[in-house]
């Protein structure tokens, strides 16, 4: 299995991402975060180690993307605490709306 086929599901997972009802006003702030990109390595680490152990892989990007998510509520908390202007290059989540997001 290629790395391209894994981050191509994982893409294409994000670009198709939906939530749940509430709280709707938190769906633009994840997308937001989602799209500044990054290396996704958590994602595709576990991709590639379901990938040992089935063929069937693709049953894991669902669970894959949540690791990123997760991830990225991390990396919003750790700007929000530092007080960072900037992610990657773009102003951060609570600089774009506000910490109480």
């Known amino acids: 299995m290629k790395l391209q086929n894994f981050q191509q599901a994982l893409n294409e997972e994000f670009s198709q991402q939906t939530y749940g009802e509430n ?3 938190l769906y633009e702030p994840i997308r937001y975060l989602m799209a500044l990109g990054g290396k996704r390595m958590r994602p595709l680490m576990t991709l590639m180690a379901t990938a040992l ?3 069937d892989w693709q049953k894991a990007v669902k ?5 990123e998510v997760f991830h990225n509520f991390t990396l919003m908390h750790d700007d929000i605490m530092d007080n960072a202007p900037l992610r990657r290059g ?12």
């Not at 669970?63 to 690791?67: E, N, Y």
């Open 90 to 101: 773009k102003p951060t989540v609570h600089e774009k709306w506000n910490a109480n997001i």
């Open 63 to 67: 669970p894959a993307s949540a690791v």
């Open 53 to 55: 152990f089935t063929d």
């Open 23 to 25: 709280p709707v006003e």
